[in-house]
């Protein structure tokens, strides 16, 4: 089973729109990619219309129109999301589809795989990554983004430890280390959206 599939047989996740929750939004990284799947096509299977950007507060803490920086970003998460899976690691792409198939119920996209390096410090300039290297370069790290039930991006950090809870059984029966950004103690706090293969 593709994870899409496991995206779409989703159901309800609690919507919590809290306007203002700038923080865990700038961890949120994402990465541009052409869709290899028509994006209306995915975007109506998952039930997704309008701005998948709606729940994201205007602001940032600093004032910028950060819907706007999403847009730039990523214009398309829902239909970018296969031929992202397709461009990370063959291992981290495993546990991101196994994580989605064992658990219907989690619906997410990915936000962010691999990077090129002119992104990358794109998303350093913006403050959004701390570095301008990292593992997003060589597709060993990806960014994964709840949505909500109208498909929309929705932050909500319970849904975020649903998906790491997730993607931690899922590498492990795989057997395979992953670390993830909700332990980074320097990084905002924390990076809930972040997932890295561990070094060996
Ligand atoms: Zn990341």
Known sequence: MGALEGIVRGVSMLALVKAGRA???????????????????QKAAL????????????????GRDQRAMFRTWN???????????????PWLARI????????PDLRFVIGSGRRSS???QKAYRWGWSKTPY?????????????????GRILFDPAAQNRI??????AAGEL??????????????????????????
């Open 75 to 89: 214009p398309d998460p829902l239909g970018t999301h296969e031929a992202n899976l397709r461009a990370l690691n």
């Open 175 to 200: 057997g395979v280390a992953l670390v993830w950004g909700g332990h980074f103690q320097s990084f905002k706090g924390r990076d809930r959206s972040h997932f890295e293969l561990a070094d060996e």
């Open 47 to 62: 039930g997704g219309s309008g701005d998948v950007y709606a729940n994201i507060p205007e602001r940032d803490e600093f």
């Open 23 to 41: 923080a865990p939004l700038a961890a949120a990284l994402c990465l541009m990619l052409p869709a290899a799947v028509p994006a209306e096509t």
């Open 96 to 103: 991101v589809r196994k994580a989605a198939a064992d658990n």
């Open 134 to 150: 990292g593992a997003h370069l060589s597709g060993d790290a990806v960014d994964l983004w709840p949505l909500d039930g109208q």
């Open 164 to 169: 790491a809870a997730a993607m931690r059984r």
């Open 118 to 120: 002119l992104l990358q």
